[in-house]
């Protein structure tokens, strides 16, 4: 695996502190998924679960596409991958689906997310509301869900492609 990692400067400030263990876990993730084919990708974790690498990239492109787009700028941007009647359409993949289509989503989240993060102080409110709560957060809260998002899925990344090729690491 080659994705180079780089942990935030233990004196950087809270914002630089904030989006560069975001990063960090982000570069995690995709770390988790180098060197495998698209089968392997496309791979449940174990009975019943669906649960792949693929379908945790896909999950996080909707999960950046819902706070940074939806939540904080207030865009009107739209599921990718589930519907109404398919809430866990992320991780139902297909022989269809690749890692290059999956990743190069979930990338573009991640610059859309950068972009937008960057209009924004760490204090100032979003412009669209929670759903259900109709709750404003801030950005800080934003980036802090963000990690913690990240960290438990790349436990289950560490478990899927351990069971796929015994590769471990942190």
Known sequence: ????????????????????????HRQTLAWKCEGLTDA?????????????????????????????????????????????EDPDGEFRLTEADTWQEARATWQAEIGVARRN??????????????????????????HTHMIEEYARHNGHADLVRERLDGATGD
């Open 1 to 24: 695996m080659t994705t180079e990692r780089r942990e935030p400067a233990a004196d950087a400030d809270e914002r630089t502190m904030l989006e560069g263990w975001l990063e960090y």
């Open 40 to 84: 392997q990708l496309r791979t449940a974790s174990a009975a019943p679960s669906t649960l792949s690498l693929m379908g945790l990239v896909r999950h996080m492109a909707e999960v950046e596409r819902s706070w940074y787009r939806r939540m904080l700028a207030d865009e009107d941007a739209g599921p990718i991958y589930y519907t109404d």
């Open 117 to 142: 993060a960057a209009g924004f102080g760490l204090d100032e409110p979003t412009r669209g509301r929670h759903r259900r709560t109709g709750e404003r957060y801030t950005l800080r809260w934003i």
